[in-house]
């Protein structure tokens, strides 16, 4: 949880969604994850779908919970 915390301006409902807070663990092994932006670049998809996604709005495709 320690990584979470050193992302500012996070939506509480943002902070408990399990995408999130898999890509904030993930970011400590790769750099380009500790961005949405860089997320979705490696993962080649939309940043607005990713924050959709972590944001509890929209659920990932199957491939994307993969990446």
Known sequence: MEVIKKMPNIAPKTVSNRFYQ???EASTHNERLSSREGAADLMCIDRGRLYRIESSVM???PEEVHL
């Open 22 to 24: 898999a890509r904030c």
């Open 59 to 61: 659920n990932p495709y």
